[in-house]
């Protein structure tokens, strides 16, 4: 029977000598989404990562990848993995293009794969240029157009968009939220920036000093921060009552109401409320935002 999981790990640890960098991990990444993998410097990433990728070995427990233990089977699963750990490795005096056929004779892939993928990651019109002439964001573009050869159905990133400029970050981001849409590839990306993992990922492990301290939904992750919407309208009563209508849990509060739902919907709720000519004072979000949840978590961090 198929697992729910695209990728499982069981009590993954790995230690060097006195130090364990992952401690009994129990990842469940589902096929489909887009898993952030999210940490403070040093918290055990890329250790976590190079595992999934049978480059290192785990010191105990277990990885099974599209069901699968990867220690059984390891070249079966990884060329159906693709993956970029840390930064892009490419030869700089060849071209994208070069850079790429060079990967599809190593790998036996063929050769019309290399349009396909400088065609997802845009490096179309650049893939006759020198790859050390790119932007730092072009040689991470093509680094994960490297990931991409061979239809991998599961694309591992590390921190792709270290180091890159808004507009780079911008322009992975938005090649990541299209993999699942549009090419049916599941994602893993790590960062140590809740923002980047918020605006990509749909669920979220937290991992710290290589343990892991959530796992979950993205809106789970935000309920945790007891988010509501504080409320000033008249008349009350009947905001009350239209606001149960529409299903949302309220309390009466001194001058005015809260309402138990995700900050997001606070505009929509306005315009229900202005629709059905309530007059709206004061609308305004309160409880602890993501980035306290998160903080919070990952409280005493030395990196932090
Ligand atoms: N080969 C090794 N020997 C000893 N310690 C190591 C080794 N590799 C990594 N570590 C340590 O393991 C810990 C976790 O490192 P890792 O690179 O996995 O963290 P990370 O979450 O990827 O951090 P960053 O955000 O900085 O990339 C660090 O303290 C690191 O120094
Ligand atoms: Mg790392």
């Given amino acids: 029977m198929m697992s729910e999981w695209m990728i499982e790990t069981k009590g993954l640890s790995k230690k060097f000598r006195n130090f364990t960098p992952v401690d009994q991990l129990?990842?469940?990444?589902?096929?489909?989404?887009?898993?952030?993998?999210?940490?403070?410097?040093?918290?055990?990433?890329?250790?976590?990562?190079?595992?999934?990728?049978?480059?290192?070995?785990?010191?105990?427990?277990?990885?099974?990848?599209?069901d699968r233990e990867l220690s059984r089977y390891r070249s079966h699963i990884l060329s159906q993995v693709g993956a970029m750990v840390e930064s892009p490795s490419y030869y700089g005096h060849l071209t994208g293009r070069e850079n790429l056929k060079l990967t599809c004779t190593l790998l036996r892939i063929p050769e019309a794969e290399v349009d396909r993928v400088l065609d997802i990651v845009r490096l179309s019109r650049a893939q006759h240029k020198l790859a050390r002439t790119y932007s730092l964001g072009m040689k991470q573009r093509l680094g994960i157009a490297q990931a991409l050869l061979g239809q991998p159905k599961l694309l591992i990133l590390d921190e792709p968009t270290n180091g890159l400029d808004p507009a780079g970050i911008q322009e992975i981001r938005e090649?990541?939220?299209?993999?699942?849409?549009?090419?049916?590839?599941?994602?893993?990306?790590?960062?140590?920036?809740?923002?980047?993992?918020?605006?990509?990922?749909?669920?979220?492990?937290?991992?710290?000093?290589?343990?892991?301290?959530f796992e979950g939904e993205m809106s789970e992750l935000r309920e945790q921060g007891h988010?509501?919407?504080?409320?000033?309208?008249?008349?009350?009563?009947?905001?009350?009552?239209?606001?149960?209508?529409?299903?949302?849990?309220?309390?009466?509060?001194?001058?005015?109401?809260?309402?138990?739902?995700?900050?997001?919907?606070?505009?929509?709720?306005?315009?229900?409320?202005?629709?059905?000519?309530?007059?709206?004072?004061?609308?305004s979000i309160g409880g602890r935002s993501l980035e306290d949840v998160f903080l919070e978590m990952t409280k005493g961090a030395d990196s932090l």
């Avoid at 990842?27 to 049978?54: C, D, S």
């Avoid at 980047?196 to 000093?209: K, Q």
């Avoid at 309208?233 to 606001?243: G, S």
């Fill in 26 to 66: 129990q990842l469940h990444v589902r096929e489909g989404e887009v898993y952030g993998f999210l940490g403070p410097n040093g918290a055990g990433k890329t250790t976590t990562i190079r595992m999934l990728l049978g480059l290192i070995r785990p010191s105990s427990g277990s990885i099974h990848i599209f």
């Fill in 175 to 213: 090649l990541i939220v299209q993999m699942p849409r549009e090419h049916g590839i599941t994602v893993f990306i790590s960062s140590h920036i809740l923002k980047e993992i918020e605006l990509v990922a749909n669920r979220v492990g937290i991992i710290h000093t290589g343990r892991l301290l």
């Fill in 227 to 283: 988010p509501f919407i504080r409320l000033h309208a008249e008349p009350v009563q009947q905001t009350i009552d239209y606001l149960h209508t529409w299903g949302y849990p309220v309390e009466a509060v001194d001058h005015g109401m809260n309402i138990k739902a995700d900050p997001a919907e606070a505009s929509v709720i306005n315009r229900r409320l202005i629709m059905n000519h309530v007059d709206v004072s004061h609308l």
